[in-house]
């Protein structure tokens, strides 16, 4: 399975944007990219996915360099519920068909001040 | 509401017991997962299921056991084999079992002393 690397943690203030970056060069031309976060003491929440364009959602943008080999999650005005782990994760569109296995790193821990 | 439920939210237990964690869901989806995090780290997958009484074994499936007997219900079994079950257990669904996004429950945080 191909591998993200992403910061350990960030911090951002209340009502500003959030970059959160991802890199994954290995990446395969079948391999979808998406983000999940997950708040304190509770399950992952899917946040948005996307192949080749940019994608926006209701939670967050994503932008995907044209290269794929990198990512970036864009939440737009961080609000004091936005601090979690935040799971970039490449899903193999091939393999999906079998487990839909995600395979969770560390992810980002971000805080955000008020 | 729709969604899945875990319970209970914390379970204690006595080393060489078992004990069965429960994971019900009313969004009438297919597939079903559990899932481990331990501090610090990642999920891992034990075991998932794509379909009724079917299941397949995830990356961490030793000392566990589970069931499919209804499509709503997907019990974990934590058996008194496995060598460190102290964790937090989160179980997940999906419509299928492709691709599509997974909805995860609350957890159950397990210790065993």
């Known amino acids: 399975d191909a591998k993200t690397t992403q910061p350990n943690s960030m911090e951002s203030n209340e009502e500003e944007p959030v970059h959160l970056p991802c890199n994954h060069s290995?990446?395969?031309?079948?391999?979808?990219i998406h983000w999940y976060r997950q708040l304190p003491s509770q399950g992952p929440e899917y946040v948005i996915h996307g192949l080749t364009s940019n994608v926006n959602n209701r939670m967050a943008s994503l932008a995907i360099a044209e290269d794929r080999k990198s990512s970036t999650l864009i939440l737009h005005r961080a609000t004091l519920r936005d601090a979690a782990v935040y799971y970039c994760?490449?899903?193999?569109?091939?393999?999906?068909?079998?487990?839909?296995?995600?395979?969770f790193g560390t992810g980002t821990l971000l805080a955000v001040q008020p | 509401d729709g969604g899945i439920t875990q319970s209970p939210k914390y379970l204690f237990r006595k080393e060489g017991q078992n004990v069965t964690l429960s994971c019900e869901q009313n969004l009438n989806h297919d597939a079903m997962y559990w899932y481990r995090q331990d501090p610090g780290q990642g999920l891992r997958l034990i075991y998932y299921s794509q379909i009724v009484n079917d299941f397949q074994k995830g990356d961490i499936a030793e000392g566990y056991s589970v069931s499919r007997e209804k499509k709503e219900s997907f019990p974990l079994t934590v058996t008194s084999a496995q060598k460190n079950p102290t964790a937090f257990y989160l179980c997940?669904?999906?419509?299928?079992?492709?691709?599509?996004?997974?909805?995860f429950g609350p957890g159950t945080r397990l210790t065993v002393t």
């Open positions: 290995t990446i395969s031309g079948t391999d979808y």
């Open positions: 994760i490449l899903r193999d569109v091939r393999d999906g068909g079998a487990t839909n296995k995600l395979i």
């Open positions: 997940a669904s999906s419509k299928v079992a492709g691709y599509d996004e997974q909805y």
